[in-house]
């Protein structure tokens, strides 16, 4: 090869070294295609003061909360209160959401990100019923491989605005409060039984056990002792305090059926305030038994404890809106009170060695 060829070969090397460095430097230079909507708010006019129901829609069941004063209740659940902070913080979300990532969205591929019929659609409406705002949130998004998607918590959310369903955006939110399920959004504190009197347990094959006291103090003791039995003080203590530890896994409609609530476990209890409660039990769902709850009698004001008094004054009410309804309680709440008999009291101890 001539030493001419040679430098006409370098120089056309030198030539497109520099066009493709120079190329590399204006793609970087070049803004992203989807510059004009980064962190675009997406819902631009919403306001927290205008907001008077949600409602959250998904395949099988929709949920509408509602606001009812200064008060966030669950209309499928007749009115049930919702946990305020809960909804509080999901409407704050909602307002600050920004646009991340923005993509065109072709048809095909609204159903893979779930952002069709398959989605959740977020929809919040004012006083007169008419939409604020709507957002139908799709599968989660993440930066990185994850092994169980659907366990892990996302580092975001692809969304659809349904005025632009051309269009596909992510949200650094993962959105996890867009359910319908009233679990999620259920005001969890239910009914704390407090400063027990006396605790009656009655099986519906028969058999249970009844311990009283007299005071807050006082020792328990087991009605109908047979001679030789002595009750375990701790075991008869957790069996009663129990019963303040209480709370609400999910609540049902009254109507529900397969409850097993038509051959409960009873539960029965008087407290030294002067009230009386009566709980059944009916068959486990999962981890929680189905619940149904009364509770009646008038609070004893306590002269020594003017709080206590309020707390007790501002609870009845809810407790007896509670009747209304057929509670879910975890199993763990009540696996002390639920003992059997012979478990309550003191075991013998063999004092022969061996």
Known sequence: MSARIVAILVVLLAVLGGTSVLYQQQERARPPSNVASLGQVLFKDL????????????????????????????????????????????????????????????????????????????????????????????????????????????????????????????????????????????????????????????????????????????????AGAKPGEKLEVTKANAASYSLSLLDLADVLPKDSKDTGLDKPIEIAATTLDGLTYNIKLGKLQGDNYFVTFTSSGTAKPDPKDAERSKKLAEKQPREKMLANYVLLIPKGRLEDTLRKRADLLEQKRDSKKK
């Open 47 to 222: 306001k927290a003061a205008d907001i008077a129901s949600i409602r959250i829609a998904e395949a099988k069941a929709t949920l509408t909360l509602e606001r009812k004063d200064e008060r966030w209740t669950i209309a499928e659940r007749g009115g049930f209160p919702a946990d305020f902070t809960r909804v509080r913080d999901f409407v704050l979300k909602a307002i600050e959401l920004k646009a991340g990532q923005s993509e065109p969205l072709a048809e095909k591929d609204r159903a893979r990100l779930n952002l069709d019929e398959s989605g959740t659609q977020v929809e919040f409406r004012g006083a007169d019923g008419k939409p604020l705002g709507t957002l139908i949130v799709g599968k989660k998004y993440f930066k990185r491989e994850v092994e169980n998607p659907d366990k892990a918590l996302g580092d975001g959310r692809f969304v659809l605005l349904p005025a632009d369903t051309k269009t596909v955006y992510t949200v650094a939110d993962p959105l996890l409060q867009a359910t319908s399920k009233t679990s999620e959004w259920i005001e969890r504190n239910s009914f704390q039984v407090e400063k027990v009197k006396t605790l009656e347990v009655k099986y519906p094959g028969g058999g249970g056990y009844r311990v009283e006291r007299n005071a807050d103090n006082a020792d328990w003791k087991l």
